[in-house]
């Protein structure tokens, strides 16, 4: 028991006086799950408008598949991007495995479903408010598109947040295709399981903190911007 207290204490002090190791592993979390964010966000926003408003003949399939996607394993998608970036796949000449950007493909694959999905959802009830009037306007798809992503604007940065949530804490699949290599690769969760292994449960704690630190400050986002303490939808 003293152990456990003796760690929890040394944890806290290293999160109070900035260590160097935390900062740099917190500040490379954030690079790697920020930037996976921008290029899913970029994809998967106008992918939701525009299985909002546009109606073709597989877009029921389309998005059972993208909902499907959703629940797809961090670990399958760690290992199809490693076949992709290793020496002996299409890839592998660019040298992008074991480096941040084959963290950030990884991560992009998993959340833009996830993403695509939540702005899908938000955006088709939009559409059915502003349908009439953008048909009667004579506006083009892409016009359409554009004014449903500005009105549903923030929905949409709900829809993000919720994919930096699950990007900021996922381990399989960067584990996998950035190797977890010391000043170089190593973010949040794969220092945890690291250092938890290696017995230093004050450096996993305090990372714990860290990581426990954050996905509050997202859910906290997630209700501040969706308004969700009002109108009793707590």
């Known amino acids: 028991m003293f152990e456990i207290w003796d760690g929890l204490a040394q944890a806290f002090w290293l999160v109070i006086t900035l260590d160097s190791d935390l900062v740099e592993i917190t500040l490379r979390s954030l690079h790697v799950t920020l930037s996976a964010l921008v290029f899913a966000s970029i994809l998967a926003l106008p992918l939701g408008a525009l299985l909002a408003v546009r109606r073709f003949r597989a877009r029921r399939i389309t998005i059972a598949v993208l909902n499907a996607l959703m629940g ?35 991560q992009v694959i998993i959340i833009l479903p996830l993403i695509a999905s939540i702005a899908h959802q938000s955006l088709r009830e939009l559409w059915s408010d502003y349908h009439d009037l953008l048909i009667s306007m004579n506006t083009t798809q892409r016009q359409r598109i554009a004014a449903l992503l500005w009105d549903g604007r923030r929905a949409l940065m709900t829809a993000s947040l919720a994919g930096f949530g699950r990007a900021i804490g996922e381990v399989g699949g960067i584990m996998i295709v950035g190797g977890n290599i010391d000043h170089h690769t190593r973010v949040l969760t794969t220092a945890i399981a690291l250092e938890t292994g290696k017995g ?35």
């Open 72 to 106: 797809l394993p961090p670990v399958v998608v760690g290992l199809i991007v490693y076949v992709f970036l290793s020496r002996s796949g299409p890839f592998g000449v660019f040298g992008l495995l074991f480096t941040p950007t084959a963290m950030i493909i990884a």
């Open 200 to 234: 230093d449960f004050a450096l996993a704690l305090g990372l714990g903190f860290v990581l426990i630190s954050l996905a509050i400050a997202v859910n906290l986002a997630i209700h501040i911007i969706g308004r969700t303490e009002q109108e009793g939808r707590w």
